[in-house]
């Protein structure tokens, strides 16, 4: 399981890799679109990307690219399933939410019921 910020660097690597092989990503770019959201320092991005890279999401490699650092990123079959692993766990949720809400509906009628036959 993701943690939230993993999912939304996973969410740009997604973006920028779509339709590629592989793609360069330097940490500034992602630092700079997690930006609104979070705040990610360049040591914390390090071990963001490297936990993707061992979940299978990402086949990561460090580089240097005119002397700045640079991510060599190819999606891995599971990174290219990252969409639907999300929209999968939307709908799981939901109709964990809606089944509650319909059990908990059901449960108070059986309530009331028992109140009126026995009292």
């Not at 609104?36 to 071990?47: G, H, N, R, S, T």
């Not at 319909?102 to 108070?108: F, K």
């Given at each position: 399981?993701?943690?939230?910020?993993?999912?939304?660097?996973m969410?740009?690597?997604?973006?920028?890799?779509k339709?590629?092989?592989?793609?360069?990503?330097?940490?500034?770019?992602?630092i700079?679109?997690?930006?609104?959201?979070y705040?990610?320092?360049?040591?914390?991005?390090?071990?963001?990307m490297t936990?993707?890279?061992?979940?299978?999401?990402?086949?990561?490699v460090?580089?240097?690219?005119?002397?700045k650092?640079?991510f060599?990123?190819?999606l891995?079959?599971?990174?290219?399933g990252?969409h639907?692993?999300?929209?999968?766990?939307?709908r799981n949720?939901?109709?964990?939410?809606?089944?509650?809400?319909?059990?908990?509906?059901i449960?108070?009628l059986?309530?009331?019921?028992?109140r009126?036959?026995f009292?």
């Amino acid at each position: 399981m993701l943690t939230f910020k993993e999912k939304y660097v996973m969410e740009y690597v997604y973006q920028k890799c779509k339709g590629k092989k592989s793609c360069l990503i330097s940490p500034r770019e992602i630092i700079s679109f997690v930006a609104d959201k979070y705040v990610i320092f360049p040591e914390e991005l390090e071990k963001i990307m490297t936990n993707l890279s061992y979940d299978n999401y990402i086949e990561l490699v460090k580089s240097d690219k005119k002397g700045k650092p640079v991510f060599c990123v190819s999606l891995k079959l599971k990174g290219e399933g990252f969409h639907r692993e999300l929209s999968n766990n939307k709908r799981n949720l939901m109709v964990l939410i809606v089944r509650t809400c319909v059990l908990a509906v059901i449960s108070g009628l059986i309530g009331v019921l028992i109140r009126l036959i026995f009292f």
